[in-house]
T-cell receptor, first 111, second 114 residues
Framework: EDKVVQSPLSLVVHEGDTVTLNCSYEVTNFRSLLWYKQEKKAPTFLFMLTSSGIEKKSGRLSSILDKKELFSILNITATQTGDSAVYLCAVAGGGADGLTFGKGTHLIIQP | ETGVTQTPRHLVMGMTNKKSLKCEQHLGHNAMYWYKQSAKKPLELMFVYSLEERVENNSVPSRFSPECPNSSHLFLHLHTLQPEDSALYLC?????????????FGPGTRLTVL
């Protein structure tokens, strides 16, 4: 059975801190790993990773994939209160044509 | 309008009611999806359609019935639901099934079954 595990499940930090969110997966026929940010609405797309070791960056956010160890990390530097959200990791692969999601990391940034 | 839209945004229904959720995408995508998001559980894939044909059904109970009349519209027909079906129902679309794994989500329908 395909599995995506995110850690930590929740995290509280202060503004300006740097955070690292983790996602490990077990899936057959891996195609890609995606990160989403979900506030009080639908998830919004952040990154799609398909190749190992290539960092993707968008402003203060960055992510990298390790296909040998089957995990990805999402880094957020100089955090702001607007970064407070649930960060979802999802993997495309296996027998399903949709995505298999992890439970998410609930990130709270305190002023 | 842009992106993926869903209506209604909120729905309260009794167990004997029949209702439908609607999803529309304006992205020219060929694949559409229904997901269920329950509290403290991962997003669960329910149905996948590609070019209006169903290609995936993750063992969803028959009280949920999808319909995809064209590549821009997706419906989820609901009947005789149970209270445990209360959840956020999300629609998503992607360019296609294999080449475009990036899925874009609608705002969701918050469903409460009394």
């Amino acid at each position: 059975e395909d599995k995506v595990v995110q850690s930590p499940l929740s995290l509280v930090v202060h503004e300006g801190d740097t955070v690292t969110l983790n996602c490990s997966y077990e899936v057959t026929n891996f195609r890609s790993l995606l990160w989403y940010k979900q506030e009080k609405k639908a998830p919004t797309f952040l990154f799609m990773l398909t190749s190992s070791g290539i960092e993707k960056k968008s402003g203060r956010l960055s992510s990298i994939l390790d296909k040998k160890e089957l995990f990805s990390i999402l880094n957020i530097t100089a955090t702001q209160t607007g970064d407070s959200a649930v960060y979802l990791c999802a993997v495309a692969g296996g027998g399903a044509d949709g995505l298999t999601f992890g439970k998410g990391t609930h990130l709270i940034i305190q002023p | 309008e842009t992106g993926v839209t869903q209506t209604p945004r909120h729905l309260v229904m009794g167990m004997t009611n029949k209702k439908s959720l609607k999803c529309e995408q304006h992205l020219g995508h060929n694949a559409m999806y229904w997901y269920k998001q329950s509290a403290k559980k991962p997003l669960e894939l329910m149905f996948v359609y590609s070019l209006e044909e169903r290609v995936e059904n993750n063992s969803v109970p028959s009280r949920f019935s999808p319909e995809c009349p064209n590549s821009s519209h997706l419906f989820l027909h609901l009947h005789t639901l149970q209270p445990e079906d209360s959840a956020l129902y999300l629609c998503a679309s992607s360019q296609d099934l294999r080449g475009g794994d990036t899925q874009y989500f609608g705002p969701g329908t918050r469903l409460t079954v009394l």
